[in-house]
């Protein structure tokens, strides 16, 4: 059975950081480009970072760039999305998502989900 489970979302104040998880099973994530989404009340769903997991090379949106870090341990089957300084405007519910390649994510053309995980800051 395949399954993308994640983990780690919250309450945070302002500044504060959180780490979610995603772990795969039913399927390799080392074969896939795993991307981290969110979306926020009333607006769409965007991508803010994804990395290859084979070849380690990620890619983060400007509204995270230099607080967000995406990291991957396939030998556990699972992606992280640290989360540093965190702000209201972060607040959503984050999906981790795989597809076979980057041009997948960012078109969301999606082969695995997550269920999504709430992160809310606020103090």
């Known amino acids: 059975q395949v399954q993308f489970v994640e983990s780690g979302g919250g309450l945070v104040q302002p500044g504060g950081s959180l780490r979610l998880s995603c772990v795969a099973s039913g399927f390799t994530v080392e074969n896939y480009v795993v991307g981290w989404f969110r979306q926020a009340p009333g607006k769409g769903r965007e991508v803010v970072s994804c990395i290859n997991s084979a070849e380690r090379i990620s890619a983060v949106a400007n509204t995270v760039k230099g607080r967000f870090i995406i990291s991957v341990d396939n030998a556990k089957g699972a992606t992280y999305l640290q989360m540093n300084y965190l702000q209201p405007e972060d607040t959503a519910v984050y999906f981790c998502?795989?597809?076979?390649?980057?041009?997948?994510?960012?078109?969301?053309?999606?082969?695995?989900w997550g269920q999504g995980v709430q992160v809310t800051v606020a103090s």
């Open positions: 998502a795989a597809a076979p390649t980057a041009a997948n994510v960012r078109n969301s053309e999606i082969q695995y």
